[in-house]
């Protein structure tokens, strides 16, 4: 790499990172502005499901692909994982 990338991949590196919950309660937070005075009976399903399918795709991702690693990654069983790609037409 030339010297401008290395700068810029380190300050990138280095730059304070916000974190996960963060971006999650913005996102909860926007998804319920934009309900505009509607209520929503299944929350905690839609949040669920919207979370963890970009999830497993971006772990999966890193994983290349390999289960174990990613269900290693995850802090579940294989199994799960694979039940919840096959759930999710992800698989």
Known sequence: MNDVSDRTDN??????R???RDH????VRRYLRDLNGSDSAD????????FEIPLFVEVMNHCDGNQ???A????IHRATL??????????
């Not at 999650?24 to 996102?27: E, R």
């Not at 929350?43 to 919207?50: K, Q, W």
């Not at 290693?72 to 802090?75: N, P, S």
């Open 82 to 91: 694979r039940k919840k790609l096959k759930d999710y037409g992800l698989s």
């Open 11 to 16: 300050t990138a590196r280095n730059a304070p």
């Open 24 to 27: 999650v309660a913005n996102s």
């Open 72 to 75: 290693t990654m995850l802090g």
């Open 18 to 20: 916000t974190p996960l």
């Open 68 to 70: 174990s690693r990613a």
């Open 43 to 50: 929350l905690y399903d839609v949040a669920l499901r919207e």
